[in-house]
């Protein structure tokens, strides 16, 4: 017998961010992920479209509009990649990416905890994608003595820089904090700011369990790896949560 035909895992880049592969299809791609270059440059170049598609989530264009977006030729290639691999999923969903894709300039920087709004909710593709990148890089960990924060983060090489992703959990909110790479030099770059809300993330028995999960963000800095001393995390008030020393 002739063994089945092994799936071309580099073609699931596109639907793994729509969240349109199954489980099965999604945990293979995961850990394909993980030693794969290649799909984490094409995965890190889509991560930018979650934010965006909370913007067009109410004006999503349709089939039928569709053909006023700008930049068809990017617009149809997305759709066929998408197409393809789930010709039964979504056709709606795969319009409002593809418009997304046309309309971004620069993606902002991703920060997302790992479940969604509620228990039975799965964690979102982009979760899944920022952690798994986490797991891929290079990473150093702390736990503030103090404030009890812990904090990891995740480095890897790239043309422009590094790549950062960090993990954070034990921190209670309302306040809103920044990741700060420090070079050797004394030079800082912020790599990424954001909210926490009042339940915290990584809370050991919080009230939900989308704040007993840890918060992953993703940024970038403009220095090699061997020119970051260490990391800080700090309110944008200015008090010190965690240091984590790279």
Not at 7 to 35: I, Q, T
Not at 91 to 111: K, N, Q
Not at 197 to 213: D, F, S, T, V
Request: proline fraction near 7%.
């Amino acid at each position: 017998m002739i063994p089945p035909t092994q799936p071309d895992r580099h073609s699931d880049v596109g639907a793994y961010v729509l969240g349109v592969l199954d489980a099965a299809d999604a945990d293979r791609f995961e850990r394909h992920l993980v030693g794969c270059d290649r799909c984490a440059a094409e995965l890190e170049e889509l991560m930018a479209l979650t934010p965006v598609l909370a913007e067009f989530k109410q004006s999503a264009p349709t089939p039928e509009t569709i053909t006023a977006v700008p930049g068809r030729r990017v617009l149809d290639g997305l759709l066929d990649e998408v197409d393809a691999t789930r010709r039964s999923r979504g056709r709606r969903r795969l319009f409002l990416v593809a418009a997304a894709v046309v309309l971004i300039v620069g993606g902002p920087l991703a920060a997302v905890s790992l479940t969604g709004g509620g228990d039975k909710e799965p964690a979102p593709p982009l979760a899944n994608a920022v952690r798994a990148q986490y797991a891929a890089g290079e990473k150093v960990t702390s736990v503030d003595p103090e404030t009890k924060v812990s904090a990891g983060v995740s480095m890897a090489a790239r043309p422009w820089g590094t790549q950062v992703v960090m993990e954070l959990a034990n921190v209670k909110g309302p306040q809103s904090c920044d990741l700060v790479a420090v070079g050797k030099d004394g030079k800082r770059q912020t790599i990424t700011t954001w909210a926490v809300p009042k339940g915290g993330y990584g809370i050991p028995g919080g009230a939900e369990k989308w704040n007993r999960e840890p918060l992953y963000a993703t940024g970038g800095a403009a220095l090699n790896r061997g020119e970051i001393d260490h990391f800080e995390i700090n309110t944008l008030d200015g008090k010190r949560l965690a240091t984590i020393k790279a």
